[in-house]
């Protein structure tokens, strides 16, 4: 009797011991494939914008072999050793975040960007979830856009050299900012990507900007100074002997300026000038140029224009209504004329001077052409 309770006590402990171990065994597998699972999401969530690539069963981290009956016999699984990816996404990610430039990683052809480090949404004032996903397109400047896209065809077709361009960017808040862009080809993912790097030159315009306007400026009458002047002579001279584009020059001279500055002083003629200089703004095209050639005396060139004398006419009266408190109407003088088969600047500026000084002679506040 006690010999049978005996061996039922010790089925009874076998079956449990069975159980479980068979528990355990299913325990720590599910423990496994757990920390499998977690590691991969580790990766993923640590793989940043770096190149790394998978084995070709990528995901099958864990198997579960079966018997014919279809029951669970064992697991097996493998481990990647995430390491060195991970401290190459610590490295780029320190380079990239305390880069004092902008930072973004476009998948050209995706058309989509990947990456944007902190400074270039500081730059264009955007969230992160604003800018991955998106065109690098939708952030230039729309006279800038056929530039860019030139550039992004270029890459796609192969180059593979650096790539360098200026462009302009609209912010959120819809201000305009310069941009120096370098770009390089990287390998991410398996994929060709371009690594943009901008550099901020707003101010650098700027000044650049403002250094040109001082050196081409007169600074009292705000129009072109002689050195620029001559320049954009030349330019319509060129034109007109290269492809026969018509154009007109009018001189004009300050009636009695010296009588003026003596009897007045300085600053009602530096007052007389301006005037006039405001006139002429008033009475040309945007495709005219105005420029202060010395003391009184302004050239003005009329492109496209093979009949000057109806514009000297118009800014003569447009002066002539201007008056000088103490001293009465201003007037001028004006000489013209038009360029001719083998003219150089001396050439058409010494004619104009012949035809205004013939108006000086027939009693001033005319105009004549030559």
């Keep these: 009797m006690f010999g049978s309770i005996k061996q039922k006590i010790g089925s009874s402990f076998k079956l449990l011991r069975e159980d479980l171990a068979r528990k355990a065994s299913i325990a720590c597998a599910i423990l496994w494939n757990f920390w499998v699972l977690a590691t991969y999401l580790f990766f993923h969530f640590c793989s940043g914008i770096l190149h790394y690539s998978y084995p070709k069963d990528r995901g099958r981290f864990l198997e579960q072999p079966q018997d014919n009956e279809g029951k669970i016999v064992g697991y097996y699984g493998y481990v990647m050793d995430i390491s060195e990816f991970y401290e190459k996404d610590m490295l780029f990610r320190l380079f990239a975040e305390n880069n004092p430039n902008g930072v973004i990683l476009y998948d050209f052809q995706g058309d989509k960007i990947v990456y944007a480090n902190k400074v270039f949404l500081r730059m264009l004032k955007y969230q992160e979830e604003?800018?991955?996903?998106?065109?690098?397109l939708a952030f230039v400047?729309?006279?800038?856009?056929e530039r860019a896209k030139s550039i992004i065809d270029r890459v796609k077709a192969g180059f593979k050299k650096h790539a360098e361009v200026i462009l302009k960017l609209t912010t959120?808040?819809?201000k305009v900012k310069w941009f120096k862009l370098v770009g390089h080809v990287v390998i991410y993912r398996n994929k060709e990507h371009l690594l943009i790097t901008l550099?901020?030159?707003?101010?650098?315009?700027?000044?650049?900007?403002?250094?040109?306007?001082?050196?081409?400026?007169?600074?009292?009458?705000?129009?072109?100074?002689?050195?620029?002047?001559?320049?954009?002579?030349?330019?319509l001279l060129y034109q007109a002997q290269r492809y026969g584009v018509p154009f007109s020059l009018l001189m004009l001279d300050i009636?009695?300026?010296?009588k003026l500055n003596d009897e007045l002083g300085h600053l009602a003629g530096d007052l007389a000038l301006q005037k006039v200089a405001k006139a002429i703004k008033k009475g040309i095209r945007k495709s005219d140029v105005a420029i202060r050639w010395g003391g009184e005396e302004f050239l003005i060139l009329l492109s496209y224009t093979a009949d000057p004398f109806p514009i000297g006419e118009k800014i003569r009266k447009l002066i002539n209504a201007m008056s000088i408190e103490g001293y009465g109407p201003l007037s001028?003088?004006?000489?013209?004329?038009?360029?001719?088969?083998?003219?150089?600047?001396?050439?058409?500026?010494?004619?104009?001077?012949?035809?205004?000084?013939?108006?000086k002679r027939k009693g001033k506040n005319r105009a004549e052409v030559a």
């Excluded at 604003?130 to 690098?136: L, P, Q, R």
């Excluded at 400047?141 to 856009?145: E, Q």
């Excluded at 009636?255 to 010296?258: G, S, V």
């Design 130 to 136: 604003e800018v991955i996903g998106k065109s690098v």
């Design 141 to 145: 400047y729309p006279k800038d856009l």
């Design 172 to 174: 959120k808040t819809g």
């Design 199 to 235: 550099v901020d030159i707003t101010m650098e315009k700027k000044r650049e900007k403002r250094l040109f306007y001082l050196a081409t400026t007169d600074k009292l009458t705000k129009l072109l100074n002689r050195h620029a002047g001559i320049k954009m002579f030349e330019n």
């Design 255 to 258: 009636d009695n300026f010296k």
């Design 332 to 359: 001028v003088s004006v000489g013209a004329t038009t360029y001719r088969e083998g003219d150089t600047i001396d050439s058409m500026i010494q004619r104009a001077d012949s035809a205004l000084y013939s108006a």
